[in-house]
């Protein structure tokens, strides 16, 4: 690479009076003294450039990727700075003309650029050539290509000239490295509310290559990936389902046998927004599981003991549904069994409520009704479950919603209540109360959280709204059911629904 700049001043200086004039002496002092005041002034514009091209040496039919480079360099902007690049005749175009600022254009075999430049600024200009085939049996020939910019006025002209030997002699360092061409990463769209998957895609560079590598990570510097896929297609289905939270894309074009990995595309992201779906149809969704009999031998005799608690109530899938089942009274059965104020909480497993507006939703119904029993849908809980706030609704449709500090799960028995401190933020009427339906009849219960508010609904009808301060720390949901009185009673849930941005509703 030749870089050639040329600067023209031009001075005049006055001739040294060598008479007895003095007046004459200190007239041509002070035009010299003025004059180089002028010089020393700063130029309005300057436009340096270099250009460089990649490989140095290849056959003929192969690409060639030149980079122009122009910067002013002076102290005020160009305001119409103009680039021409006449190809040789040993090159055709082939493409990927693109500039970092201003506006690249092509008229044939000339390559042109136009553009403002303030003082700093530095514009690349890429574009890739294809070398014709060699002729007159020449094993090797080289070819020369100048890039011209001017300025505007007063500005200074610059030229630079690069040269390409079609050989295997490498005449620039590898750290001029440009080709192939680097992909042009699209936009990502908002990802499918129902699984979080999205297409991540990008233009075909103008260039034999052998795949594309795009590459995931959840920071803009790629400090770690955590995904990579290769790939010949220009564009990568991905599929996140419950994953939340900002990731990160680049992508690179790989050609083995000539240039190994090409550079890096700009970065683009994408942001995830939770969505939760079970409907109970595979026992392998992760919620929480027991199965036995609170009679079986060794149930506790005392009231006061909670050695054998975990006996006292069973949580298992069946027939499409997830069951919470207190089985009947083993004391009144002689096993002395306790199954008073029974209700397990089971979490959402893995799972979290975002910290932005959220609705939680959950569909169920009672399969064995015993007077009072109750469930319910947890939208605010500390992952111990020591604060746990839910809605619920009971056997004889009446609801409510209760804070519960102290729970100890699968929740107390009757001698044990003082452990856990109830408050009613709206008790029930103990009777009937729309819009909840009593017996085996359906309920849907809606939780709309924005950080410390909570807005509720049964059966797709507004009940309550109310704020508390620590509602938006506790970010477990889930389910509460059991009985307030004697077994047996089982309830079964059609589905658990989690929406961050509430897009459904």
Not at 36 to 51: C, D, Y
Not at 140 to 157: D, E, H
Not at 425 to 437: D, E, K, L, M, S
Not at 478 to 484: M, V, Y
Request: proline content about 5%; aromatic content about 12%.
């Amino acid at each position: 690479m030749k870089i050639y700049r040329q600067n023209k001043m031009r001075r005049s200086t006055g001739a040294l009076l060598t008479g007895a004039l003095a007046l004459l002496l200190v007239a041509s002092l002070s035009l010299l003294l003025s004059h180089f005041r002028a010089l020393a002034q700063p130029e309005a514009g300057n436009l340096v450039t270099s250009k460089s091209v990649y490989p140095s040496s290849a056959r003929p039919g192969d690409h060639l990727a030149y980079t122009v480079y122009i910067t002013n360099t002076g102290d005020e902007p160009v305001s119409a700075a103009w680039m021409t690049d006449s190809l040789p005749l040993e090159v055709n175009y082939f493409g990927g003309l693109t500039a970092t600022m201003g506006t690249p254009g092509r008229a044939g075999d000339v390559i042109t650029w136009t553009g403002l430049l303030t003082p700093n600024d530095v514009v690349a200009i890429d574009f890739t050539v294809q070398i014709t085939d060699a002729t007159g049996g020449d094993a090797r020939f080289s070819f020369a290509n100048t890039a011209k910019i001017t300025g505007a006025g007063s500005l200074v002209t610059s030229s630079v000239e690069a040269t390409a030997i079609v050989t295997f002699e490498a005449w620039f360092p590898i750290i001029f490295y440009k080709y192939p061409p680097v992909p042009d990463l699209n936009d990502i769209p908002e990802p499918n509310p129902a699984d979080n998957s999205f297409t991540v895609s990008w233009q075909a560079v103008n260039a034999p290559i052998d795949r594309y590598v795009l590459q995931e990570s959840t920071d803009a510097n790629f400090t770690s990936v955590t995904e990579e896929w290769e790939t010949t297609a220009t564009s990568q289905l991905v599929t996140k389902g419950t994953a939340q939270g900002a990731l990160y894309y680049r992508v690179r074009a790989d050609k083995d046998d000539r240039w190994g990995e090409g550079p890096w595309s700009a970065v683009k992201s994408v942001t995830l927004k939770l969505n939760y779906y079970d409907g109970f149809d595979s026992s392998s969704s992760g919620w929480r599981t027991h199965t036995a009999d609170c009679c079986l031998t060794g149930c506790d005799d005392t009231f006061g003991g909670r050695e054998h608690m975990s006996y006292k109530y069973n949580l298992y899938y069946s027939g499409g549904r997830y069951h919470v089942y207190i089985p009947t009274n083993c004391y009144e059965g002689g096993n002395h069994g306790f199954t008073r104020f029974v209700y397990p909480v089971s979490l959402a497993p893995g799972i979290t409520r975002p910290s932005t507006e959220t609705c939680i939703e959950m569909k169920g119904s009672f399969e064995k009704p015993k007077w009072v029993s109750g469930w319910g849908l947890v939208f605010a809980a500390s992952a111990d479950m020591n604060t746990v706030y839910s809605l619920w609704v009971d056997n004889r449709g009446d609801w409510g919603i209760v804070k519960r500090i102290g729970y100890q799960f699968p929740g107390p028995n009757y001698s044990m209540q003082t452990h856990e401190k109830r408050i009613n933020i709206v008790p029930g009427v103990g009777g009937p109360r729309t819009p909840a339906r009593p017996d085996k009849e359906v309920n849907t219960l809606r939780a709309q959280v924005t950080g410390n508010q909570v807005k509720l609904y049964v059966n797709g009808e507004h009940v309550h709204t109310f704020s508390e301060g620590d509602i938006s720390s506790l970010n477990r949901v889930g389910i509460i059911g059991g009985n307030w009185e004697w077994g047996d009673t089982q309830i079964g849930y059609d589905y658990f629904y989690m929406d961050e941005g509430c897009d459904t509703y």
